[in-house]
Nanobody, 123 residues
Framework: QVRLVESGGGLVQPGGSLRLSCRRS????????MAWFRQAAGKERRFVAA????????EYADDVQGRTTISRDSAEDLVYLQMNSLKREDTAVYYC????????????????WGQGTQVTVSS
């Protein structure tokens, strides 16, 4: 089994910054990707960013490109999501997920999910 635990969410003002963390524990894999998705109230879960843990390749959704960075610390099994210039539209529950094989942007392809952490952008 794999467990993913998110942390770092909270309340932030528009224009502010936040860094989310995801810690992986349990079974390990040779090659896999980890990603962040988000789900606003009443909306579908949508892709935010992904990273290949072995090679460091990254991919971003258009609406966060340029103000968001996904990174990893392989030695500590951590993945981060640094978000800057936050907007009210970024308010959502943010989920960490792990993918063994599939398309990075497709939520249905991910094998493991965390419980989520709430991010609220408000003045």
């Amino acid at each position: 089994q794999v467990r993913l635990v998110e942390s770092g969410g909270g309340l932030v003002q528009p224009g502010g910054s936040l860094r989310l963390s995801c810690r992986r524990s349990g079974q390990t894999f040779g090659m896999y990707a980890m990603a962040w998705f988000r789900q606003a109230a009443g909306k579908e879960r949508r892709f935010v960013a992904a990273i290949g843990v072995s090679n460091g390749a990254t991919e971003y959704a258009d609406d966060v490109q340029g103000r968001t960075t996904i990174s990893r610390d392989s030695a500590e099994d951590l993945v981060y999501l640094q978000m800057n210039s936050l907007k009210r539209e970024d308010t959502a529950v943010y989920y960490c997920a792990l993918l063994l094989a599939g398309t990075w942007r497709n939520a249905d392809d991910y094998e493991y999910w965390g419980q989520g952490t709430q991010v609220t952008v408000s003045s």
